[in-house]
């Protein structure tokens, strides 16, 4: 209490918002610059942006300028609102976003997420509307009862997806890389690079020149991905043929050519790179597309491989599908941890639920 006494005797209550502002940032900047592959720097992230709104308020509100007040209370108004208007109509986002890409693109499921969730949001706000559940069997109206709590489970981890998705987009580069490892895409007619395919391969290329151009040596280039059964050649020869013919020495290429996933891509990839160098101590970048570089960062990490991901620029109609499509792989390689939490939100609302039933109230 004398210490409390003295702190407030000597003015330090206004320093403590600036405290815990800069005490956040240094949480987050230390776990994410240390280790920019966990899924919890999304959260260490979000506990900043949260101190960041609030450090801000309190600086305006404490400056009892009035203009300054009304304008910072029009611009959240506005960013409400903007939210609010998102949220209810997502649906015809999604609806025009699915239009795009079925014009642009082949008819397959991953290319159909958008519109599959535009679907689903649109069956979610027809039942909230006219409330069906009022005509269900008791029974039901139990089993029902935990979704909304699981659909906002789900809407936290995607946002907290979301938010590791872009902060990887940042993390900082070196360029003292000995390998930068090319990670595959299916062929076009069997032999031919896609365009997804040498975006990434051309990135890798502009990565090795900047490095040159920084006074490193030139990297030798890791090209990663097998045959699929309806591909001639392995995704990983089709690159190196690619990267020749765009100025690349065949003596700087190395080809992985025997992965079929994300995670062998990486296992293989060190291989490779691991004989080649005569160890583990050697110095390595990955390359995809910008929307797949974070999940593969955690596929790198479960490999054991240390290396950070760059990302090749993506068309930006295609990004929702795709990040749909990756925020559904991350989900499922923790799925045994989001199973459990799901269970236990499911038992505790059916829990009480019955509880309440019998005159017993928790909540």
Known sequence: MDILQSMANQNWWPLLPHVILLLTLAVFLFAWLREPRRLINGIYFTIFLGCFALWITFLIFDSQQRVLTALYGFLVLIIFLVFILLVLFAWALLLWNAYYVWKR??????????????IALICFSLYVVLSPA??????????????????????IVAYNFLINLLLYQFVPRHY??????????????GDQVSKLLAARIDRAIVFAQKQIGKGGKMPKLIMSGGKGSDERIS?????????????ISQEMILLEDKSVNTLQNMQFSKQVASKDFGGDTFNAT????????????LFAKQAGLAANGVGAKTR??????????????????????????????????LGEAALSSLGIHFF
Not at 181 to 186: D, N, P, Q, R, S
Not at 237 to 245: D, L, S, T, W
Not at 288 to 293: D, L, P, Q, R, T
């Open 134 to 155: 009022r005509y269900f069997p008791r029974w039901l109206n139990w089993l029902v009862m935990p979704i909304p709590a699981l659909l906002i489970y789900v809407s």
């Open 235 to 247: 995704e990983a020869e089709a690159m190196k043929k690619y990267a020749v013919g765009h100025g």
């Open 286 to 297: 990955f390359f995809s597309n910008n929307f797949h570089i974070f999940r593969a960062g």
């Open 176 to 189: 003292h890389q000995d390998y930068l490892i090319v990670l595959g895409a299916g062929l076009i007619n």
């Open 316 to 349: 930006f109609y295609y990004l929702p599908n795709a990040v749909l499509r990756e925020m559904a792989g991350v989900f499922v390689i923790n799925k045994k941890r989001h199973l459990i939490l799901m269970g236990l939100i499911t038992i505790i609302i």
């Open 105 to 118: 693109e082949s008819h397959t499921l991953p290319n159909m997420l958008t519109l599959i969730l535009g």
